[in-house]
């Protein structure tokens, strides 16, 4: 059975519908979101609804806990603080009881957590060799779906070292324990524009992470209109 792990759709329409077909078309059998449905896009609403619609199992993000008033916006750039603000006034009570009820991790047969399993409500990033290690060692399982630096890859436990494989598909060595990054939907950070979705081959213990084109001008030109700012824009067409 296929499943699908996505993650930081932020609030973009048009990357958010492309990656959903592209989900359908492969056959895949149940959606795992691993947070930040809005922010930095103008569609936060809409993808809200789309997200609680599919009935995906969803953890939250730290732009959905800003855009409730649960992490400061001093946290965030000053590009990044205007859209939590703009996107946290938009919201509307059920929408925001949607994000309210997300929690912050989701255990089954692997860990899902936006940030790292290192403590997850602090929000942290996987970007060094020392987080990398701290995540595994709060990690319980043998694999962890997370997204939240926007560039997708695959940290592999060994004997002695925690190796980062650039593969866009990996066999899983049972002996062996796994942090996946699945990179971002809406704002991809890694130098590709396309949206960023993973879709992991449970009875083959095979990762793959898959490049979705979608219609990108529409979606910046959504965010100029808005009146957010040009910046977040701008970024979405070198995707970083």
Same mark, same amino acid.
């Given at each position: 059975m296929?499943?699908?792990i ?6 973009? %329409? *048009?990357?958010?519908e ?35 619609? =599919?009935? !995906? ?22 590009? !990044? %603080? ?13 929408? %925001?009881?949607?994000?309210?009820? =997300?929690?912050?991790? $989701? ?5 899902? #957590? ?23 060692l ?16 695959? =940290?592999v *436990?060994?004997?002695? !070292? ?5 593969? #866009?598909?990996? *066999?899983?060595?049972?002996d ?8 971002? #939907? ?6 590709d524009? %396309? ?6 081959? *449970? ?6 992470? $898959? ?7 529409r ?6 209109? !808005?009146?957010?700012?040009? #910046? =977040? ?8």
């Amino acid at each position: 059975m296929t499943v699908a792990i996505f993650s930081d759709v932020h609030g973009n %329409r *048009e990357a958010f519908e492309a990656v959903l077909a592209f989900c359908r078309q492969q056959g895949v059998a149940r959606t795992y979101f691993a947070g930040d449905i809005v922010g930095y896009g103008a569609d936060p609403e809409y993808c809200i609804g789309l997200l609680r619609d =599919l009935g !995906a199992c969803c953890v939250v993000g730290n732009h959905d806990a800003a855009a409730l008033g649960k992490v400061e916006a001093a946290y965030f750039n000053p590009a !990044a %603080r205007k859209a939590v603000v703009w996107t946290g006034l938009r919201l509307s009570v059920e929408e %925001r009881r949607f994000l309210d009820e =997300l929690p912050l991790v $989701h255990e089954e047969a692997f860990t899902l #957590v936006h940030g790292t399993p290192a403590r997850p409500e602090d929000f942290d990033y996987i970007l060094s060799p020392y987080q990398a290690m701290k995540a595994f060692l709060a990690l319980g399982g043998r694999l962890c779906f997370v997204g939240h630096s926007h560039r997708p890859g695959i =940290l592999v *436990e060994e004997k002695d !070292a925690i190796r980062f494989d650039g593969s #866009v598909s990996l *066999e899983l060595d049972p002996d062996r324990r796994y942090i996946v990054n699945v990179g971002s #939907v809406g704002q991809p950070r890694d130098g590709d524009p %396309r949206a960023c979705v993973c879709l992991f081959d *449970e009875d083959k213990s095979r990762i793959c992470l $898959h490049r979705v084109a979608y219609d990108v001008a529409r979606a910046a030109a959504k965010i100029r209109a !808005a009146g957010l700012p040009s #910046v =977040l824009a701008e970024r979405l067409f070198e995707g970083r």
